[in-house]
């Protein structure tokens, strides 16, 4: 169970670090993340010293990226990334420059790395408010706006869960009888936090891509025609409505 556990986490994160670094992510790259950190909380357990473990973890992760590279950017021509430009790269999968980075970057996973975390992100939440002036009921709204974010938040990540492992038996099954589509559909979301949110949504789940989204409309790819069945009216977007109409009510 933990290690369904770290491999959704480590999904979720990499995602997430994703946007961050270039404002987009894919689902592959989803799946990707969760199989890397998986790999970096097994080697963080080996009886090897930091730099050591820093190498292996580096490692695993170029080659989890060089193999899913060539299955969704060389063979299913998804283009999710190249690596082209970059020098020494190995046919525009992986580089130098990314191994170096997560060479950094990957130092362990443990307890105690998890709770220097905490800490700093309690340490950032704190300068943010006192001397930034930021305030987190802008962000998160009442506790019972909270509770209902991180609900949204652990559905969306069983809907990854589930949407990864019914991709992985297209991919597998019938790689040959893939029929993608694009389907336009509206949403009846009236801010545009809850419409990013649903935009968002269906990027993270495997298989669905949010192509545009404009004036409550928006328009999605999916892998397979029988994935677009519905999505006008997703779990997504009803748990969204349900949290926007008790926004509204108060």
């Given at each position: 169970m933990?290690?369904?556990?770290?491999?959704?986490?480590g999904g979720?994160l990499?995602?997430?670090?994703?946007?961050?670094?270039?404002?987009w992510?894919?689902?592959?790259m989803?799946?990707?993340?969760?199989?890397c950190?998986?790999a970096?909380?097994?080697?963080?357990g080996?009886?090897?010293?930091l730099m050591?473990?820093?190498v292996?973890?580096?490692a695993a992760?170029?080659?989890?990226e060089f193999?899913?590279?060539?299955?969704?950017?060389l063979r299913?021509?998804w283009n999710?990334w190249?690596?082209?430009?970059?020098?020494?790269?190995?046919l525009?999968?992986?580089c130098?420059?990314?191994?170096?980075l997560?060479?950094l970057l990957?130092?362990?996973?443990?307890?105690?790395?998890c709770?220097w975390g905490?800490?700093?992100?309690a340490l950032i939440t704190?300068?943010?408010?006192?001397v930034?002036g930021?305030?987190?009921?802008?962000?998160?709204g009442s506790p019972?706006?909270?509770?209902a974010?991180a609900?949204y938040?652990a559905?969306?990540?069983?809907e990854?869960?589930k949407?990864?492992?019914?991709?992985?038996?297209i991919i597998?099954?019938?790689?040959?009888?893939i029929e993608?589509?694009?389907?336009?559909?509206h949403?009846?979301?009236k801010?545009?936090?809850?419409?990013?949110?649903?935009a968002?949504?269906?990027?993270?789940?495997?298989?669905?891509?949010t192509?545009?989204?404009?004036?409550?409309r928006?328009?999605?790819?999916?892998l397979?025609?029988?994935?677009a069945e519905g999505?006008?009216?997703?779990?997504?977007?009803?748990r969204l409505?349900?949290?926007?109409a008790a926004?509204?009510?108060?």
């Open positions: 933990q290690y369904v556990l770290i491999y959704a986490a979720l990499y995602g997430l670090i994703e946007i961050l670094w270039r404002g992510t894919h689902w592959s989803v799946l990707c993340g969760g199989l950190f998986l970096m909380y097994l080697i963080s080996l009886p090897l010293c050591k473990k820093c292996l973890s580096s992760i170029c080659t989890a193999y899913t590279g060539c299955l969704v950017n299913l021509g999710v190249d690596y082209s430009a970059e020098r020494l790269n190995l525009g999968q992986i130098p420059r990314f191994a170096l997560w060479l990957s130092g362990g996973i443990s307890v105690h790395t709770l905490v800490a700093v992100s704190w300068f943010c408010r006192r930034l930021y305030e987190w009921r802008v962000f998160c019972a706006g909270i509770w974010m609900r938040f559905h969306l990540l069983a990854m869960l949407a990864g492992l019914v991709i992985m038996r597998y099954t019938r790689p040959k009888g993608p589509k694009l389907v336009w559909f949403t009846p979301l801010t545009d936090r809850r419409r990013a949110m649903l968002d949504s269906i990027t993270l789940t495997a298989g669905t891509i192509v545009r989204a404009e004036d409550g928006m328009l999605v790819h999916t397979d025609a029988p994935l999505i006008e009216d997703s779990s997504f977007q009803q409505e349900r949290m926007e926004q509204w009510s108060k």
